[in-house]
């Protein structure tokens, strides 16, 4: 696993960053993404920017390394969030080079939005698929189990991040495919790919299990024959 860093800049046209889903898994709908993003700003306009001030310095207070934020005399703050790449289906990425596995730090701003977290990923890796085509999810560990959520893609990481605080058990970020069911945003040709992976998938699971039963009726057959010939 390799990491990165990289950085946006507001008025940059290069995403200057400063700052496996499976196939059958039903998909979120938009009400929920409409539900967290009014929940999320309901969330902002509670905090003053005094407020604001306090819990950046509280969570610079607990982080354990540089990544710390900073507020701005215009009441925008900038920090810093890593994104783990987790892809399943086949990307085009120019120069030839996988971005799976990746993990990536980004500096970015509170007004930075889900959607330009994902569009600047895929830039710093030379991603060429269509941005509508992934989703950034933030996951979080609560006791003993784990939860991943699709993030709207007006809502703010920076923000989530600072609520949470540092620690990446309490929250992390993952770049996925879009959950199956929005298949709007693939072409014929990528959809059919994506049933030549699914039948090479079930030929390579036909063969295993084929040699599995093979073996089990090899050893059977041993055994019937040592039975049969006790001495």
């Known amino acids: 696993m390799s990491s990165g860093y990289s950085s ?12 496996r889903t499976s ?11 409409c539900k967290d993003v009014e929940k999320e700003r309901e969330l902002r306009t509670r905090f003053s920017k ?18 710390k934020m900073t507020l701005n005399s215009n009441g925008v703050y900038t920090g810093f969030i890593k994104v783990q790449l987790e892809l399943r289906r086949p990307i085009t990425v120019r120069g030839g080079k996988g971005a799976g596995g990746v993990v990536n730090t980004l500096h970015i701003s509170s007004v930075n939005t889900a959607h330009e977290v994902i569009r600047a990923l895929l830039h710093k890796f030379t991603v060429a698929d269509n941005p509508a ?4 999810f933030k996951r979080c ?30 929250l992390s970020f993952v770049l996925r495919e879009q959950p199956t069911g929005e298949w709007d945003a693939f072409s014929i040709p990528e959809l059919h790919n994506f049933l030549r992976i699914l039948d090479k998938e079930e030929e390579e699971q036909l063969q295993l299990l084929t040699r599995r039963y093979v073996t089990y009726r090899q050893k059977l057959e041993e055994a019937l024959r040592a039975a049969g010939n006790p001495g």
Request: aromatic share 14%; proline share 5%.
């Open 50 to 67: 005094e407020e604001i001030g306090r819990k950046i310095e509280q969570y610079n207070f607990s982080v354990k390394d540089h990544l």
């Open 23 to 33: 196939f059958f898994k039903k998909p979120h709908g938009k009400p929920t993404d």
């Open 141 to 170: 560990r609560r006791e003993d189990q784990v939860y991943v959520c699709k993030l709207a893609e007006e809502e703010h990481p920076l923000f989530l991040r600072l609520v949470a605080g540092p620690n990446m058990d309490a």
């Open 8 to 19: 946006l800049e507001d008025d940059s046209e290069e995403f200057f960053f400063t700052a």
């Open 133 to 136: 085509k992934f989703a950034l």
